[in-house]
Antibody, heavy 118, light 110 residues
Framework: EVHLVESGGGLVQSGGSLRLSCATS????????MHWVRQAPGKGLVWVSR????????TYADSVKGRFTISRDNAKNTLYLQMDSLRADDAAVYYC???????????WGQGTMVTVSS | QSALTQPASVSGSPGQSITISCTGS?????????VSWYQQHPGKVPKLMIF???NRPSGVSNRFSGSKSGNTASLTISGLQAEDEADYHC??????????FGGGTKLTVL
């Protein structure tokens, strides 16, 4: 069975850093593009970033460009999101998601909560 | 990149059909047939319901259908059931090679 399990969320001060991880299993991780998507409490989904299968191409939403870095370790079947210079509006549940096709995501993790205090 | 525009809420009675709109621009929905729809029940993770405007993943009921006209995509749910009550989110690929979501629509089954 396919599983995505996020970890690394927590409480951080404004300006601080966090590194999220997404451990995957049940599929050939190295064959799939992956996404990070976030959702603030009571709000809609917001796309954050995407990485291609071999990790050579990354794309970011304007709101996180220059502050967040997506990466992957295909040997460890794990996706990462390094978040620096965190702001209050970065607070959300962060989901990792497997790209199905055309940037549609068919498998989602359960999410990890990031809280930013001022 | 501005978020796609969805109605905040829609409602319908069991057995009826409802349609949720998702309006973008000529840089996203209007330019590509890469619109997706997700269903999200409270406290749950999103579930892919439609991809590439009108295609259903395996296992998704054929009561769910998608379409697009110009810069607006639509999700139609026919034969509304109580279990369909959820939030629905649209998304599209953009000319900046990014992805943009809508604000989400809360569906209430009366």
């Amino acid at each position: 069975e396919v599983h995505l399990v996020e970890s690394g969320g927590g409480l951080v001060q404004s300006g601080g850093s966090l590194r999220l991880s997404c451990a995957t299993s049940g599929f050939t991780f190295s064959n799939f593009w992956m996404h990070w998507v976030r959702q603030a409490p009571g709000k809609g989904l917001v796309w954050v970033s995407r990485i291609n299968a071999d990790g050579t191409t990354t794309t970011y939403a304007d709101s996180v460009k220059g502050r967040f870095t997506i990466s992957r370790d295909n040997a460890k079947n794990t996706l990462y999101l390094q978040m620096d210079s965190l702001r209050a509006d970065d607070a959300a549940v962060y989901y990792c998601a497997r790209n199905f096709r055309s940037d549609a995501s068919d498998i989602w993790g359960q999410g990890t909560m990031v809280t930013v205090s001022s | 990149q501005s978020a796609l525009t969805q109605p905040a809420s829609v409602s319908g009675s069991p057995g009826q059909s409802i349609t949720i709109s998702c309006t973008g621009s000529s840089s996203d929905i209007g330019a590509y047939n890469y619109v997706s729809w997700y269903q999200q029940h409270p406290g749950k993770v999103p579930k892919l319901m439609i991809f590439d405007v009108s295609n259903r993943p395996s296992g998704v009921s054929n009561r769910f259908s998608g379409s697009k006209s110009g810069n607006t995509a639509s999700l139609t749910i026919s034969g509304l059931q109580a279990e369909d009550e959820a939030d629905y989110h649209c998304s599209s690929y953009t000319s900046s090679s990014t992805v943009v979501f809508g604000g989400g629509t809360k569906l209430t089954v009366l």
